[in-house]
C-alpha cells in the first residue's frame, strides 16, 4: 500500500534553511544529519559557532536526497538568503522562542524573503521551526499550550507573531514546536517538508 511518504525513485531537493543568528539552524541540521546520534559532543560544539556566510549539509529523508543551505542569521548576511532561493524546493525558517525581543524582526525578514522575485510562484512550502522549545517549562514540541517560562514564546505565539495565517494563504506554511537539543518535532517537520516539496 502507498503510503504518504511512498517515492518511485530517489529524489533529489534542496532547501533554504534561514533565521536570524543564534535560532538553532546549524543545531537542527545537525539532528537531520544524524549528527546528534552519533556525536552529541560535536552537535553542542557546532551548536555554539554561528554560521558565516553559507554551508551546505546533505542529509536523507524519506527516499530523498537533501541539500541543504545553511544560511547565516547576522544581519550583515541576511542579504545572501536570496542568492539560492530560486533554486530550492523548499524553506526552513527558525525561529529562538527565547528571543521574544526580535521576534518582529524575524517577522520582517521572514515575510520580506518569501515575497522576494525568487518566490514569486508562491508554492514553495515553508515549515516554520519554533526553536529551544524545551526552554519553555512543561512544554513537549507537541505544541501544547503552556504558561512557560518567562520571556519564552509559545507555539501559538509564533504563529500569530509571524502571521502564519497569511503566509499560508499563499504556499504551504505549517509551524512545528522543535528542540535541537533533544530532537522533538525536527523529524515531523522535515517529513511534511519532504511531502510537500516533492508534490509541487
Not at 18 to 38: F, M, R, W
Not at 95 to 106: C, Y
Amino acid at each position: 500500500m502507498k503510503g504518504p511518504f511512498f517515492f518511485r525513485e530517489s529524489k533529489h531537493l534542496s532547501v533554504l534553511v534561514i533565521g536570524l543568528d543564534n535560532a538553532g539552524k546549524t543545531s537542527v541540521l545537525c539532528h537531520l544529519a544524524n549528527v546528534a546520534s552519533t556525536n552529541r559532543s560535536m552537535l553542542k560544539s557546532v551548536g555554539t559557532a554561528p554560521t558565516v556566510g553559507t554551508q551546505m549539509v546533505e542529509f536523507h529523508r524519506r527516499n530523498v536526497g537533501w541539500v541543504a543551505w545553511d544560511m547565516s542569521g547576522q544581519g550583515r548576511y541576511r542579504d545572501l538568503w536570496v542568492s539560492h532561493a530560486s533554486h530550492v524546493h523548499g524553506v526552513i525558517f527558525v525561529v529562538d522562542v527565547t528571543d521574544r525581543a526580535r521576534i518582529a524582526v524575524a517577522r520582517e525578514e521572514l515575510h520580506g524573503i518569501l515575497t522576494s522575485r525568487a518566490f514569486r510562484k508562491g508554492n514553495t512550502p515553508v515549515a516554520i521551526l519554533a526553536n529551544k522549545y524545551d526552554a519553555i517549562s512543561g512544554a513537549s514540541a507537541g505544541g501544547v499550550k503552556n504558561s512557560g517560562r518567562d520571556g519564552c514564546l509559545t507555539l501559538e505565539n509564533v504563529c500569530i507573531a509571524l502571521a502564519v495565517d497569511t503566509l499560508q494563504v499563499h504556499r504551504p506554511t505549517r509551524a512545528f514546536a522543535t528542540s535541537a537539543l533533544t530532537g522533538e518535532g525536527i523529524e515531523e517537520a522535515m517529513d511534511w517538508l519532504t511531502v510537500h516539496a516533492t508534490n509541487r
